[in-house]
């Protein structure tokens, strides 16, 4: 059987590969696909019954009865509280908040809870989350050398900020293709256009083949644009015809084309005196690091200069000749000579610091710690975006055969898949190129882009999406599970000015929304998982959330919004395993004020090539490819990490002084604000009952508090 679904699959793709792409034919049969026809708004269906608050509800409740299915039981209002307390803002509700809607008895109680939680700027936070992981953000470019981009913690705050300020989503689209272009002297628009420098770009040293890592570039924007707002797997058309959707080679190196004179740049924001205060604040602070340097210049140039002759004297005659050819003069094959030559002479810290006398040993450890403690003030790089512009002229695009590109074939003008109407012309000039793009992906005609954001938003609030391949809407992504709403939805959001808060608001006020997690026998036989939302969800915390809810309870996370990133300490295990050269006191210089180590993990230095131990193990994704889901694993080091780990043991005990703060000496009294500031509920009885027994024995109540932390409900959404 399964040898001719796959049969069945190849020669329904076959023509693909075989197509004409002047056969307008061909793309107009092809056009029938679900995803590639216009999202067209269906009627709501005309359903009597209080369970529909929303047209959302009555499109659900629709698909339940074709499948004689009906709704879960509601969740309780306490509970409903936390969910979407945590949903839009990935925090858990205070007490004082939890206090307030239980006296609240009105009819629009919950509704008033929404409208405050969607005008928290921590709702930009959560959303922000979820949108850098599709567009794969990172502080850092990756591979080998990984280097820090100081410049672009500025894009992950606009798009918090455009979150939080509710930004249509058709203006924040704009603003990262083509900012600069639509949008000139707006900072927020340039700093948006760091979008097509979110991926991993490869940075290396030596000699470079230039016209490699200009279309390594180019390969990370065009597959970019595909995954996050078409929902395509355009990159697969890179080195050949789609196999299964109907985008041809030349579709995708068109669509490259919109981007050959795209080139990446830090754009400077401030004026003249901006610049000339950081001139001289630059200065002084050379000043100062200047005599610190010389003296351990000083005492390790002898020892330098005597362990590199003894190692140039070892070298055979060739590599010493090579040495001393000045570089500028060197041959091809000198300078690879050279290269040899320096690693063998190389000197490393630990062989210098072996042959220091210990007074000179000592004093330089001084030094270094001097130098470190001065560098930790290092000014601000000059404020800038970390940006795009485009250049004079735009080079020619060709397609590559099998995308290599020392193998360039027919030349091509910029464009847009074929398939994919409606059809805009595209500016020759090397401006105006991503204008035409951005104004042709939020057309109320575009088949795609709508319905890929309301899916994204969708699966955010409810767990999965429509179509549970958010990132491919193509022939081999699933097929939408209930396209009549998806379709609505989309075309509520062009219709509503593609106001994300909007949609967000009607899903979370849904009877949908508010039904409760749990499982059922009779309608799992039936819907074994749960695509036509018979019952919410069962959902895990993303690592980040894991981090902020336990900084949030313990009473110490720091809510400040925004800046540069942070570093907070590290396990010298994992230091000693990360970082094998270079000596070990200043690799990862730690962010010097401890409350900045309490902020929102959002905020934390994002490394590629080194991810913090507590968020790996539940699944922070390493941002070197787009991710449209989070993964949610189970395995032992999870437990480990908050039974054992530092951070779980220090905030456990954090946890303990703001419970004897708030609630006193009295058990009882503990027992409730202890479980009040965890779960957002009172303990039941038995749950009360095992506590007093716990401490009538002996527990501590340092102890408790990590039991809570460690509770299944305190890491799912209820």
Known sequence: ?????????????????????????????RRSFWAFRKPV??????????????????FVLEALREKKLTPSPPLDRERLLRRVTLDLTGLPPTPGEVSTFRLDASADAYEKVV??????????????????DVVRYADTNGFESDAERPHAWRFRDYVVRSFHLGKPYDRFLQEQIAGDEMFPGDPDALIATGLHRAGPIHVVGGMQDEEMNR?????????????????????????????????????????????????????????EEEKGAHERGRKEFDARLAPVRKELEAIERPYRERLRAERKAKLEPRYAQALEIPAERRTPEQKLLAKEAEDQVKIYWDELVALLAAPERERRAALRRSLHQIELERPDPLRSAFAVANMENAPTTHIL????????????????????????????????????????????EHPLTARVMVNRIWQLRMGSGFVATANDFGALGARPTNQ?????????????????????????????????????????????????????????????????????????????????????????????LIFTEGEPDNLWPVTPDPAEHRRRSLYLLNKRTVRLP??????????????????????????????????????????????????????????????????????????????RTFFSRGGRLEEFCLALLNRHEFLYVP
């Open 1 to 29: 059987m399964l040898w001719r679904c796959c049969l069945a699959l190849l020669l329904a793709v076959a023509p693909v590969a075989a197509a004409d792409e002047k056969d307008e034919a061909w793309f107009a049969a």
């Open 41 to 58: 708004r269906p009627p709501v269906p005309q359903i009597s019954s209080p369970w529909v608050r929303t047209p959302i509800d009555a």
């Open 115 to 132: 409208d405050r939680l969607l005008a928290s700027p921590h709702y930009g936070e959560r959303w922000a989350l979820r949108w850098l």
């Open 215 to 271: 279309q390594e570039v180019l390969t990370e924007i065009t597959g970019s644009i595909g995954s996050v707002f078409l929902g395509l797997t355009i990159g697969c058309a890179r080195c050949h015809n789609h196999k299964f959707d109907p985008i041809l080679q030349s579709d995708y190196y068109r669509l490259q084309a919109v981007f050959a004179a795209t080139a990446l740049k830090d754009v400077p924001l401030g004026g």
């Open 401 to 444: 055969k099998v995308g290599d590109h020392r193998h360039k074939q027919e030349a091509v003008e910029p464009g847009f898949p074929r398939v994919l109407l409606p059809e805009a012309p595209v500016a020759r000039a090397a401006a105006g190129r991503r204008t035409a793009l951005a104004r042709w992906l939020v057309s109320p």
């Open 484 to 576: 009549k709403l998806l379709d609505w939805l989309a075309a509520e959001l062009v219709a509503g000015g593609w106001n994300v808060k909007a949609i967000d608001r009607m899903i979370v006020l849904s009877s949908v929304y508010r039904q409760s997690a749990a499982a059922d026998a009779a309608r799992s036989r039936i819907d074994p998982d749960n695509k036509l939302y018979w019952r919410m969800h069962r959902r895990r915390l993303e690592a980040e959330l894991i981090r902020d809810n336990v900084l949030a309870v313990s009473g110490g996370l720091n809510p400040r919004l925004g800046g540069k990133p942070v570093r907070v300490p590290i396990e010298r295990e994992i230091y000693d």
């Open 614 to 691: 507590f968020l790996t193990n539940f699944d922070q994704p390493d941002a070197m490819t787009s991710c449209p889901e989070r993964s949610a694993s189970t395995h032992a080091l999870q437990a480990l990490s908050l039974m054992n780990s530092d951070f779980i043991a220090s905030e456990s005990r954090k946890f303990a002084e703001r419970i004897e703060r708030e609630a006193g000496q009295e058990t009882q009294a503990r027992i409730r604000r202890a479980y009040l500031v965890a779960l957002a509920r009172d303990p039941r009885p038995e749950e009360a009952a095992m506590a």
